[in-house]
């Protein structure tokens, strides 16, 4: 039977502990219920803390601990559940816990984490010149803070060497099947995601991703451009436009553009049509020749591409998934 831990620390999200505890323990056990046949449990999982006290998570809930991380064998694998708190704060106060995960890497344990919890990983110093994804929305945050890691945000579940990494929220759904399929077979797994009702074909969380404004920054002129983007992207914009209005030559603008945002003015221009284009989607009847035209592309083929592209999805999916 494999030993897995589960990582606990104040404010980490009770629905990641409760859930990969349920996942694990039930594999090989609940698909053989409802086949009737004999189960077999495959994991034996237990909720570590710092010092064995119960684990208050973010939501109120206090979990009871199995053990201490300092007085108990981890087992072969470690998981790390979702911050649910401020990051920043909780990274301050969870010293202990890194330097043990830490201690951990050097035994040669496999450690996977859940969504901002890969914040712990790399605060720690374990996935540098590593692939990892965490939450789309802290994704700018998380290579800011950590330039050395190579984040994959469009990513559901990176793997990398003996540290795996799952997206946002309910991505430890993902995370758990791909672990339970590594240590136990693919043919548990298959079981697992069938009894779990879990979509395991997923891949990316792009679908869900919004997009990242990059306003943090002191460029007046740059933030004045993309105001005026905001109000006009629908309409046919090219660079001459966007030398007019800021009243910078194109090799300047292209330069204090990269520089403020990280995006060239045309790539951040298809974003916002993009987001322009998953509102109408999301919101409205329009066919998706109408979008296209609304948003200012005239090819529906070239946008459909586009949107594909930054999504995951074309926008007939798109639309069947998020549609209101």
Known sequence: MVRVSVLGFPGALASTITGMIDLFQLAGVTWARIQGETPRQRF??????????????????????????HQSDPGELILVPTIGGPILSTLATCQDEMRWLEEQARQGRDIASNCTGAFLLAEAGLLENREATTHWGYSDLF?????????RPEQLVTVDGAIACAGGGMAWLDLGVFLVERYA???????????????AGRRSQAPYTALQTRRYHQDETILELQSWLDRNHCQAVDTADLCRISGLSARSLLRRFKAATGDTPRNYLQLMRVEAARELLETTGLSVEAVT??????????????????????PSDYRARFGR
């Not at 290579?143 to 984040?151: D, I, K, L, M, W």
Request: include cysteine; glycine fraction near 10%.
């Open 44 to 69: 034996s999982v237990r909720l570590l803390t710092r010092d064995g006290e119960p684990c208050p998570c973010l939501n109120g809930i206090t979990i009871p601990a199995h053990g201490s991380l």
């Open 143 to 151: 290579r800011t803070r950590y330039p050395q890691v190579h984040c």
């Open 293 to 314: 035209h609304r948003i200012g592309y005239d090819d529906v083929s070239s946008f459909t591409r586009l949107f594909k592209r930054h999504t995951g999805l074309p």
């Open 185 to 199: 077979g693919a043919g548990i797994a298959r079981e697992l995601a069938k009894a779990f009702v879990v979509d």
